[in-house]
């Protein structure tokens, strides 16, 4: 199983960008998946969460600003607004709560003050 996150990039302040996360098989379907981060000189932390009836939960430091969402195949979305400067890290997806052997290469998400 592979997991391939993509859609990171260079944004201003209050820019906005929105992270896609595709699974090689159908491990998805049925999974509580995540997104997750890593900032600099941080430890990874969870982002947002989206169970397999649909709810979802947040970190306070995203909350009104991102929107976790997933289709009905085999991909999850992160859409991220209002950025900010401390918002830049390596994002990750993973299913929740996460298994290590799936961690992948994350993209990376820059934001410019």
């Known amino acids: 199983v592979q997991l391939m996150e993509s859609g990171g990039g260079f944004v201003q302040d209050g820019g906005s960008l929105k992270l896609s996360c595709t699974a090689t098989n159908n491990m998805f379907r049925g999974s509580n998946v995540a997104w997750y981060r890593r900032g600099p000189g941080k430890e990874r932390e969870l982002v947002a969460s989206?169970?397999?009836?649909?709810?979802t939960n947040y970190a306070d430091s995203v909350k009104g600003r991102f929107t976790i969402s997933r289709d009905n195949g085999n991909t999850v979305y992160l859409q991220m607004n209002s950025l900010k400067p401390e918002d830049t890290a390596v994002y990750y997806c993973?299913?929740?709560?996460?298994?290590?052997?799936?961690w992948g290469q994350g993209t990376q998400v820059t934001v410019s003050s």
């Open positions: 993973n299913v929740y709560p996460p298994n290590r052997v799936l």
């Open positions: 989206i169970i397999r009836g649909g709810n």
